[in-house]
């Protein structure tokens, strides 16, 4: 149980473009999801915290305009990097926490390799 | 504030030997401890956590982590490292009445040698 898929696993594109990425919670409902920032060799950095049906919440540092980040269901949030730059190149992992049981924990998607050209 | 401080940013144990990867955290108030294991290139895999309750928590893979309230720390154990074992280690806490943030340590790179 508390699975969470995250798509695309990898993603190559061009400076400028915009990129959407996917945040599933595929067996149960998670009423705040979490997207995540994570440089080569160093840790998770978390970049905003999202509840269904409301605005995001950002960390201190990170431009809300840059990372639109969407949690119009208690199943899906998306992460949107607009004008992406090579800079953004990241691995970015969201994860999801639900209700009960499941609420002490965060469950993790896979990542996704992102590379701007 | 919280805090976590994971001691070692890399450890490297023979194939068989006592795996310990250190974590200490700072909180004013009890914590909620967990235990990360990330693979190359994939998310993050729960091992284990402490809530309430018994204070030696036992996880998947043969890990298991003592909760030490009057030494603030969480430190991860497997009694006999398998090559499998190979990964990037996080320990994390949160409080939550804060909606659930984890706080992540460094992270430690285990490496088990044959």
């Known amino acids: 149980g508390a699975v969470v898929s995250q798509h695309p696993s990898r993603v190559i594109c061009k400076s400028g473009t915009s990129v959407k990425i996917e945040c599933r919670s595929l067996?149960?409902?998670?009423?705040?999801m979490f997207w995540y920032r994570q440089f080569p060799k160093k840790s998770l950095m978390l970049m905003a915290t999202s509840n269904e049906g409301s605005k995001a919440t950002y960390e201190q540092g990170v431009e809300k305009d840059k990372f639109l980040i969407n949690h119009a269901s208690l199943t899906l949030s998306t992460l949107t990097v607009t004008s992406a730059h090579p800079e953004d190149s990241s691995f970015y992992i969201c994860?999801?926490?639900?209700?009960?049981?499941?609420?002490?924990?965060?469950?993790f998607g896979d990542g996704t390799r992102l590379s701007i050209l | 504030a919280q805090s976590v401080t994971q001691l070692g940013s890399h450890v490297s144990v023979s194939e068989g030997a006592l795996v310990l990867l250190r974590c200490n955290y700072s909180s004013s108030v009890p914590p909620y401890l967990f235990w990360y294991v990330q693979y190359p290139n994939q998310g993050l895999q729960l091992l284990l956590k402490y809530t309430t309750g018994a204070t030696l928590v036992k996880g998947i893979n043969g890990f298991e982590a003592e909760f030490k309230k009057s030494e603030t720390s969480f430190h991860l154990t497997k009694p006999s490292a398998h090559m499998s074992d190979a990964a990037e280690y996080f320990c994390?806490?949160?409080?939550?009445?804060?909606?659930?943030?984890?706080?992540f340590g460094q992270g430690t790179e285990l490496s088990v040698k044959p």
């Open positions: 067996d149960f409902q998670a009423t705040t």
């Open positions: 994390a806490v949160t409080l939550l009445r804060e909606g659930g943030k984890l706080i």
């Open positions: 994860s999801a926490r639900g209700q009960g049981g499941t609420g002490e924990s965060q469950h």
